[in-house]
């Protein structure tokens, strides 16, 4: 089998609670004790927290560069950006409520602002959690902070702080995420309505959201391709 968050996840709630290296013992008497072992770190590996394996998981990575003219053109919505199909984690679970209980935990968004116009204009991306089923407005947004200059930006938000949140039927899951580029003045404030794009355009940016399962703590060396950390929070070049 080959170890993913959803094998590794349906495997150790397969296995019986009681099935410890003593149950197997009892089963079969002529195991070695070397076997027994064996089969103590696998089910302390499998039955301990199943968290510990699958405590987050990239949900997208998406590094891009986003125009006037992208901004005018997206559909169905302007100045949206959107993480569809390959994009978007295929192994994220289902169901983000059990056995690994995401929609109680944090997401980890990293903004690195890799390309953007001088002048330090206040710039933020709303982050829209887009479900399979939605109830109410049918879907919530969290948000980066506001940035002016390039560099990296990090910060956690609990998953039952943003905006909408409980539009959400988590159990049945994620099917897109959308990104919403807009300046500092508010809910209303989509870029493709300014009449100096200069200010704002071309851009480019990697945006990384991590979900973080609940009670558990974001680790940056567990997501690829990350650079080494120089610091926490806020932003730095």
């Not at 990104?179 to 200010?199: A, E, F, I, N, T």
Request: with cysteine; net charge positive; proline share 8%.
């Amino acid at each position: 089998m080959r170890l993913t968050h959803r094998s590794c996840s349906r495997l150790a709630t397969e296995l019986p609670t009681d099935f410890t290296p003593l149950a197997a013992a009892a089963l079969f008497p002529a195991l070695r004790v070397h076997s027994l072992v064996r089969w103590a770190a696998l089910s302390a590996w499998l039955l301990a927290p199943v968290a510990g394996f699958a405590a987050q998981f990239v949900l997208f990575d998406v590094t891009f560069t986003f125009t006037k003219e992208d901004a005018d053109n997206s559909k169905p919505s302007q100045s949206h950006y959107y993480v569809k199909g390959a994009a978007l984690n295929p192994e994220r679970p289902r169901d983000w409520t059990a056995p690994i209980d995401y929609r109680h935990g944090t997401v980890h968004l990293r903004t690195e602002v890799l390309e953007k116009p001088a002048g330090g204009e206040p710039t933020t991306w709303n982050i829209c959690y887009i479900p399979n089923r939605g109830q109410g407005n049918g879907y919530g947004c969290t948000g980066t902070d506001l940035y002016r200059e390039k560099g990296v930006y990090e910060k956690d938000v609990a998953m039952t702080a943003f905006w909408q949140n409980d539009a959400i039927v988590w159990t049945d899951g994620i099917k897109q995420m959308d990104l919403v580029m807009k300046d500092g003045s508010g809910g209303g404030g989509h870029v493709h309505k300014r009449s100096d794009p200069q200010r704002f355009f071309p851009t480019k940016l990697r945006i990384t959201a991590v979900q973080v399962s609940a009670g558990a703590t974001y680790d940056p060396s567990l997501v690829p391709n990350l650079p080494p950390r120089t610091g926490t929070g806020g932003g730095r070049p």
